[in-house]
């Protein structure tokens, strides 16, 4: 079928097909012919009252069905080079292929191209439902050819949508061997002008799938496309992967939304999980692809990038295996009224609910040499009791961060918050935390802290015996200027009870350069509870090689560190080294609160208020620091309050006033083998 060369001057369609093929279970092959419509021109009377709505071109049904043991193929689609004027929608695709047992089946590619559409005013102007699969049987297989949407001009402030694809990959009822292809999706050189949300992609519901059925979907590419919408820029929506039963499979290719030019009223990339990876069950396996945000200039009203998960490897078990890809966020440019990144994880949903001996895992996140310039937060993370209520032998990954190479100016810069993790979980399920590396990357001029890292009652409410394991967390090669708190690392409490393993890995704060904070240069806090007969091992925090300026308020370094441990549990701390870090201006050079085996090597810490200020620790060493020029009202150096065993050796301790190079309000410190400035000693007129 072609349709070429017309003019169209309608109040209703345009064109509309209407194609359904029911063999009624007999064993006829059937052939579909391929349909184009080129260099047509359509137009919608303004002013009309239609009965039904107005589309340029409508093919409403383009449905197989029915198929018993033969084959059906369908050609290409094509829109080229068509014009559509006014109306509520330009174009409009539906197809199924539903009812089928022991059928081949296969269609041609969605080809939408290089049209121009104007004045629409109602919920899309481009609509393409392309091919559900629904209730098949036997060996039925299916190939869907991709979709294609290239080259078109929308220009339309009165609809809601410029471009919406939905339901990619539905599949609902498929038993046996039954198996979909999905085609790839390109959405491609679009230039999209919209009253609300510019391009919207939806990935359909792949649900009760049993046996050994199968669905693969291709890629997807949204780019180099001008995208300007009164909402949302591109949004994309995944509800896949649920209700599986058997031993029944899902793979979901990768995205790419890329080289995009995006101003939009709202979050300009928006990527929805819900209901993915949900109620699986027995051996079935569900993987998706990586995500790729590359190279996009952004204007956003909201957010630069939102992610946002509800009900992801939520409630699993049996032998099922759920993955999902990780997120490469790379090269990207945004200012925005709100986040540059947003990562949202729903409370109770994510990671949890699992049983018996599923493995889960939730993505990384790479993101690499994007600037943005916003008003809310770099990069924001929040997950509220994820990897909650998971039982016998379960095992579930949260992914881990890798931020490198970025410029922020924005509220916090990085802001990672994670609360109440691996809750109610017992009977040996395990939970694994991937470590997070925030590396050279630069922070100006932020109204909070430049990284924020906060762990609230971890692992609390535990029941029997189970693991969390929480890897390395790494701040390093950062140049911060101007902020809050430069680097504040808050593990609120870390629990461990009942039987229970806990694990938290080594914390590496390694070549920034701090400068013009409000507050305080890098803040350690740790809060360790092991209750019960429970194990809890927490590595060693570094602090080292680290430059900070100071403005002549706050403290360069702050650490407090509260442990407890119950007589029958097992508590290990690696303890905190602060080594050769300069100190320069500060109210306290060092201060520690509270802490034991603290370990401070190498310092130069010279220009503040007191040097060195120790509360209520105890084994502290403190050697071969340069501790200069410190000149407040009161001890200036060495300030100790309680504690005992403090040490201080091989320090260059000199030019303090007015008045102690070492002062202890508490016992008495070692402090041979120092030197004061003069060979004669501390109390030479020199200082010290």
Known sequence: ???????????????????????????????????????????????????????????????????????????????????????????????????????????????????????????????????????????????????????????????????????????????????????????????????????????????????????????????????VAGGYGVGVALEVAKYQYDASSVRIGDIFIQDNFIDSGSSSVALYYDDVGYEMHDDTSAELGEVH???????????????????????????????MGDAFIWSNTGTAVDDGIQIYYEGFEVGSHHSDDTYNELPRYDIQGNTFDVDGDGVNFYTHRSLYDNQNNAETTMGGFLINDNTFGCDYGVYLFYDRIWEDSDNHSSSNIEGVSITNNRFN????????????????????????????????????????????????????????????????????????????????????????????????????GNTLNGIGSGTGIYVNVYEWKHANA?????????????????????????????????????????????????????LGNDILNNTGGGPSGIHLTAGTGNVAHFNNIAANSPDFGIFSGGPLINAELNWWGDASGPFDPAGG
């Open 570 to 622: 097992t508590h290990d701390f690696g303890g905190v080294f602060i080594n050769t870090n300069t100190i320069d201006n500060w109210t306290n050079g060092i201060l520690l609160d509270n802490g034991n085996n603290a370990s401070l090597v190498g310092n130069i810490i010279q220009n503040n208020t007191e040097g060195i200020n120790v509360q209520n620790a105890s084994d502290t060493f403190i």
């Open 293 to 323: 945000l590359e190279n996009n200039t952004i204007n956003s009203g909201s957010d630069c990038f939102l992610f946002f998960y509800e009900d992801v490897a939520n409630s699993n078990g049996g032998n099922s295996n759920f993955v």
């Open 1 to 227: 079928m072609q349709i070429e060369n017309n003019r169209f001057f309608v109040s209703e369609d345009g064109v509309l097909i209407d194609i359904e093929i029911n063999q009624s279970d007999t064993s006829s092959n059937i052939d579909i012919g391929s349909i184009v419509f080129r260099d047509n021109v359509y137009t919608c009377q303004p002013g009309t009252v239609p009965t039904g709505s107005q589309e340029g071109i409508y093919i409403q049904d383009l449905d197989v069905e029915g198929i018993n043991g033969a084959v059906a193929s369908v050609g290409t689609v094509t829109i080229e080079n068509n014009r559509f004027y006014n109306g509520e929608h330009a174009i409009i695709f539906e197809g199924d292929i539903q009812d089928m047992e022991d059928a081949v089946v296969d269609t041609g590619a969605i080809r939408i191209i290089n049209n121009t559409l104007m004045n629409q005013s109602w919920s899309c102007c481009i609509c393409v439902d392309p091919y559900n699969c629904e209730n098949w049987d036997g060996t039925t297989t299916a190939t869907v050819g991709d979709v294609i949407i290239t080259d078109n001009t929308v220009t339309a402030l009165g609809s809601e949508w410029g471009i919406d694809v939905y339901n990619i990959g539905y599949a609902h009822d498929l038993y046996n061997t039954s198996n979909a292809t999905i085609g790839d999706t390109y959405i491609q050189r679009n230039n999209v002008n919209v009253g609300k949300l510019g391009i919207a992609v939806g990935y359909g519901d792949q649900w009760d799938l049993y046996n050994d059925s199968q669905v693969t979907v291709g890629d997807l590419y949204v780019d180099s496309g001008t995208i």
């Open 445 to 544: 001029n932020l109204d909070n802290d430049a990284v924020y890292i906060y762990f609230n009652e971890t692992n609390s409410s535990l029941n029997a015996a189970g693991s969390l394991d929480v890897g390395d967390f790494e701040v390093s090669g950062n140049t911060i200027d101007g902020a809050d708190n430069g680097i504040n690392i808050d593990y609120e409490l870390i629990y461990s009870g009942d039987s229970t393993t806990v694990t938290v890995k080594d914390l590496n704060i390694i070549d920034n350069t701090v400068g013009n904070l409000n507050a305080d240069g890098i803040r350690l806090s740790y809060n360790m509870d092991a209750n019960h007969s429970s194990s809890q091992t927490v590595g060693r925090a570094l602090v080292q």
